[in-house]
């Protein structure tokens, strides 16, 4: 059974920082094309952070730029995201998501609250 669990989300100030993880069982994120996004009531959900793992090739949203970076752990099957100087603006439910040819799956998501 495939399962993405995020971890990490939470309250913090405007410029602070968080990491979120995302643990992947029962796929290989070396075969899957792993991406971040992000959704807030009544928006689409945004794609934040994309990773080629098998390349190390990452794309990022232009609202987040030079801000926010994705990594990958292989040995533990785990991807992350570090973020920081967090803006309100980046407050919403985060989602890990895993792309392969014939698979896409999600995590459940979690919460990232940026306020004063």
């Known amino acids: 059974q495939v399962q993405l669990v995020e971890s990490g989300g939470g309250l913090v100030q405007p410029g602070g920082s968080l990491r979120l993880s995302c643990a992947a069982s029962g796929l290989a994120i070396t075969s899957h094309f792993m991406n971040w996004h992000r959704q807030v009531p009544g928006k689409e959900r945004e794609l934040v952070a994309a990773l080629s793992t098998a390349g190390g090739h990452t794309n990022y949203a232009e609202s987040v730029k030079g801000r926010f970076t994705m990594s990958a752990d292989r040995g533990e099957n785990k991807v992350y995201l570090q973020m920081n100087g967090l803006k309100p603006e980046d407050t919403a439910v985060y989602y890990c998501?895993?792309?392969?040819?014939?698979?896409?799956?999600w995590g459940q998501g979690t919460q990232v609250t940026v306020s004063s």
């Open positions: 998501h895993a792309r392969g040819i014939y698979s896409d799956y």
